[in-house]
């Protein structure tokens, strides 16, 4: 693994073995995986997953973040320890939680999504101009440059913004 990785409990569901090996994961996650799934313990073992949990100062972190965004309330005390756990070891955090997502932003942790599509049914994007504003479809499919062009009305850079 090149980089250090935490995964949220979606990806100790979905993902094969050899995808999870080696992955950071804390200890509260064991029980709501096997509450939700007692079949995948053996996958687990196999994975050689690293159960570790955050410091006191990451908790406190995160708690921080989570206050200043108003993601608090919809936070389980797994996920707090997720996020604190990323944060104390600048990991990338792979989840779907739209909030741990957010909060990652927040932080300028490195996530992503655990299923490539999990994002695109959560999320829902608009293609808006840098100058006029104006927005515009989302082309379906990705460009080979990641180029999004440019304003038809303007010519000003297109970009993708979340829809909120
Ligand atoms: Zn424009």
């Avoid at 006191?56 to 936070?75: H, I």
């Avoid at 909030?99 to 999504?113: F, K, P, T, V, Y």
């Amino acid at each position: 693994m090149d980089s250090v990785e935490v995964l949220d409990t979606a990806a100790l569901l979905a993902w094969p073995v050899e995808r999870m090996r080696g992955g950071l994961v804390v200890p509260g996650q064991r029980s709501e995986l096997l509450h939700i799934s007692p079949d995948r313990e053996l996958v687990l073992e196999a994975a050689e997953l690293i159960w570790e949990a955050p410091s006191e100062e990451a908790l406190a972190k995160a708690r921080e973040l989570a206050t200043t965004t108003g993601d608090m309330a919809g936070l389980s005390s797994v996920d707090f320890e997720i996020l604190a756990l990323a944060v104390e070891r600048g990991a990338t955090l792979f989840t779907d939680d739209y909030r741990l997502q957010n909060l990652c932003e927040l932080a300028e942790i490195a996530w992503s999504s655990v299923m490539t599509e999990g994002i695109r049914s959560m999320w829902s994007w608009d293609l808006r101009c840098t100058g006029c504003a104006s927005v515009f479809p989302v082309p379906d499919s990705p460009s080979p440059d990641r180029k999004l062009g440019n304003c038809r009305e303007c010519g000003s850079e297109l970009v993708l913004r979340r829809r909120r």
